[in-house]
């Protein structure tokens, strides 16, 4: 997969440690070094394909110091994927996938 480059200005340290501190995580240096240097990176070839099946991948997900100053691509900003899914997310069996595809049901 080849990647065409920065999208998005590289995240500065003090934005990737309050990411680490609002989401509860600890972010390993290889996934740091790749969102500075890849941070919202469009791929070239965008089919993966992982355990038999093609995986179409649009855009690298990115962190962004200033989120308004990016009205459009924003919306790839780590932060606002999570907050667009994570209610959507459940641990019941019978429920995955559903909640996803049909939205807040």
Known sequence: MAIHGIIQKSPSDKRVNSFE????VKLPQDFISFIKNFN???C???TL???G???LVERLLCILDDISSY???GQYEISVV???VEDRLTDDEN???TKILMGNA
């Open 71 to 73: 009205p459009v691509l």
């Open 49 to 51: 394909h992982i355990n």
């Open 82 to 84: 999570v907050a667009q």
């Open 95 to 97: 429920q995955v996938g």
């Open 44 to 46: 070239e070839n965008s």
């Open 21 to 24: 501190l609002f989401h509860r």
């Open 53 to 55: 099946q093609d995986r």
């Open 40 to 42: 919202g990176a469009k």
